[in-house]
């Protein structure tokens, strides 16, 4: 098992910026994969960056490339999602997510994902 809890989420002005945190426990952390989803109301949920294990290696949904970073510290057990240029439309419920998947490039679906955080609220107003 692994537990996930995400933080950092709240109200921010269009433009601005805000970073995410998810701190695991239970199994080894750096055996996974990580992802960040989000969620709006009356959406599905959709995929937006993965980690590999070692953090070499991060995919981006398109419309967040070039604003939103990922990355890990294996050693504190946390995945962080900096979040830039913030728009309205990136409003959502915020979900880390673990995957023992061998090809995270791949893991962009939320049935590729094994665990999953309760989620933070991201508010952006224009």
């Known amino acids: 098992q692994v537990q996930l809890v995400e933080s950092g989420g709240g109200l921010v002005q269009a433009g601005g910026s805000l970073r995410l945190s998810c701190a695991a426990s239970?199994?080894?952390?750096?055996?996974?994969?990580m992802g960040w989803f989000r969620q709006a109301p009356g959406k599905e949920r959709e995929f937006v960056a993965v980690?590999?294990?070692?953090?070499?290696?991060?995919y981006y949904a398109d419309s967040v490339k070039g604003r939103f970073t990922i990355s890990r510290d294996n050693a504190k057990k946390t995945v962080y999602l900096q979040m830039n240029s913030l728009k309205p439309e990136d409003a959502a419920v915020y979900y880390c997510?673990?995957?023992?998947?061998?090809?995270?490039?791949?893991?962009?679906?939320?049935?590729?994902?094994?665990?999953w955080g309760l989620g933070t609220q991201v508010t952006v107003s224009s």
């Open positions: 239970g199994r080894t952390f750096s055996n996974y994969a």
């Open positions: 980690i590999s294990w070692g953090g070499r290696s991060t």
């Open positions: 997510a673990a995957t023992g998947s061998m090809r995270p490039s791949l893991a962009v679906t939320t049935g590729d994902y094994d665990y």
